[in-house]
T-cell receptor, first 111, second 110 residues
Framework: NAGVTQTPKFQVLKTGQSMTLQCAQDMNHNSMYWYRQDPGMGLRLIYYSASEGTTDKGEVPNGYNVSRLNKREFSLRLESAAPSQTSVYFC??????????FGSGTQLSVL | QKEVEQDPGPLSVPEGAIVSLNCTYSNSAFQYFMWYRQYSRKGPELLMYTYSSGNKEDGRFTAQVDKSSKYISLFIRDSQPSDSATYLCAMREGAQKLVFGQGTRLTINP
C-alpha cells in the first residue's frame, strides 16, 4: 500500500524555468492538497481539490497552477520559478477521522 | 496576525520529562483540532484529534482544547528520545481544509 507518492524528491531549478510536481494516491480519497513548508512558517496551503474536476486556491497560490487529472492524481506546476519558491512541497489526501495522508515531500531549490 | 500561533521552539528536555506544547488561535469557528508529528525529512503524520472542547488521552499523549481561551495543548508524559520530532497543531471549521501552526521542534535528550 503506497499511500501518497510524490515525484521528484529533489529538484534544482534556475530562475525562470518551469516544472511540474507529480502526486498520486491509491486510497480512493476525494480531496487532495498541495502545501509548502518553510522554516518558521509551518505548512501553508497552496491549492486543494475537493473532488475530481474541481480546484481551489489556498493561502499562497501565486506563481502556481494545479491540475486534478483524475481521482488519483493532482499535479502542481511552477510556470516560471522564482527564488521565493524554494521550499519543501508536500502533497496530501484526506482520509477519515481528520487524517491527512502526506507524501514524503519534494525539496525544491530555485537558484 | 496568523490564524494559528505556535511557538517554534526549539524545545529540548531530558528523557522522562513531561512535555507541554501549545497553540493559540483567533478563529472562534474552528471546531476540529489536531496534532501532527513530523520526523526529519518525512511528511507529517496525524497523532491525535479532538472535536470541540475537552481532553483526549492516547497512551502517553493527552490533547486538551479550551475553546473559551482559544488555546490547545499537547502533553507528552514519560518522554522518550523517539518522541524527538516537530509537532504541528492544526485546526479547521467545516470544510476539509486545515490551518497549521508553525510547528515546534522538540528534542528529548537521553
Amino acid at each position: 500500500n503506497a499511500g501518497v507518492t510524490q515525484t521528484p524528491k529533489f529538484q534544482v531549478l534556475k530562475t525562470g524555468q518551469s516544472m511540474t510536481l507529480q502526486c498520486a494516491q491509491d486510497m480512493n480519497h476525494n480531496s487532495m492538497y498541495w502545501y509548502r513548508q518553510d522554516p518558521g512558517m509551518g505548512l501553508r496551503l497552496i491549492y486543494y481539490s475537493a473532488s475530481e474536476g474541481t480546484t481551489d486556491k489556498g493561502e499562497v497560490p501565486n506563481g502556481y497552477n494545479v491540475s486534478r487529472l483524475n481521482k488519483r492524481e493532482f499535479s502542481l506546476r511552477l510556470e516560471s520559478a522564482a527564488p521565493s519558491q524554494t521550499s519543501v512541497y508536500f502533497c496530501a489526501s484526506w482520509g477519515a477521522n481528520e487524517k491527512l495522508f502526506f507524501g514524503s515531500g519534494t525539496q525544491l531549490s530555485v537558484l | 496576525q496568523k490564524e494559528v500561533e505556535q511557538d517554534p521552539g526549539p524545545l529540548s528536555v531530558p528523557e522522562g520529562a513531561i512535555v507541554s506544547l501549545n497553540c493559540t488561535y483567533s478563529n472562534s469557528a474552528f471546531q476540529y483540532f489536531m496534532w501532527y508529528r513530523q520526523y526529519s525529512r518525512k511528511g507529517p503524520e496525524l497523532l491525535m484529534y479532538t472535536y470541540s472542547s475537552g481532553n483526549k488521552e492516547d497512551g502517553r499523549f493527552t490533547a486538551q482544547v479550551d475553546k473559551s481561551s482559544k488555546y490547545i495543548s499537547l502533553f507528552i508524559r514519560d518522554s522518550q528520545p523517539s518522541d524527538s520530532a516537530t509537532y504541528l497543531c492544526a485546526m479547521r471549521e467545516g470544510a476539509q481544509k486545515l490551518v497549521f501552526g508553525q510547528g515546534t521542534r522538540l528534542t528529548i535528550n537521553p
